[in-house]
């Protein structure tokens, strides 16, 4: 899970997971670094678009709340198996890809897990990134529920949602031709 979760923090780029990064010797010579070729499975806008949906899960009212991190940013998803006996937590931030289980009969407390791990990672890291790069051409903007185009002044159920800029994004036709008391 963590291995394709990265992606959406590589913006789109899926590099094969490893648990050894490099090793360094007492006298602090540098035996081995891992080399990774990373390539291209999403758009980088799709992967924005996925960390800016899987950051709620950790806002405030989300499902990962314990998850949060402070200043650094965390995108992630739940997951409980039947009677809570596999609780799940699977998160990225800009530097790190994470997967944690909680196999218990209770709350599931894998985000909080997750939440400490990170902490200790960015605690040995202090000038690691803690930011996603937000995708250039990714935008917010309000829509219609009826027709998810632009709204317009007659579109009555609206919400808020992301585009890419390079897709032409039409007013919303359907809720002007709608008779009056409608639906």
Known sequence: MAGYYQIFANG???????????VI???KAVEYVRHTEAKRVISEATAD????LLQGVVA????????YCGEIDVAGKTGTGDGYADNW?????????VAMWHGEHSKN???EMFSTVVRALYRQQPNANKQFVTHHNLHQGIYCI???KAFSAQCTLIDVGYYVSNDALQICDVCA??????Q
């Open 12 to 22: 789109g780029l899926y590099a094969e997971p490893t648990a050894v990064i490099s």
């Open 25 to 27: 010797s007492a006298d």
């Open 49 to 52: 678009l996925m960390n800016k």
């Open 60 to 67: 405030e009212g989300g499902t990962g709340t314990p998850a």
């Open 89 to 97: 937590f699977v998160g990225v931030t800009p530097g790190y890809s």
């Open 109 to 111: 407390q894998a985000d």
């Open 146 to 148: 009826h027709s998810g």
């Open 177 to 182: 031709n709608k008779t009056v008391g409608g």
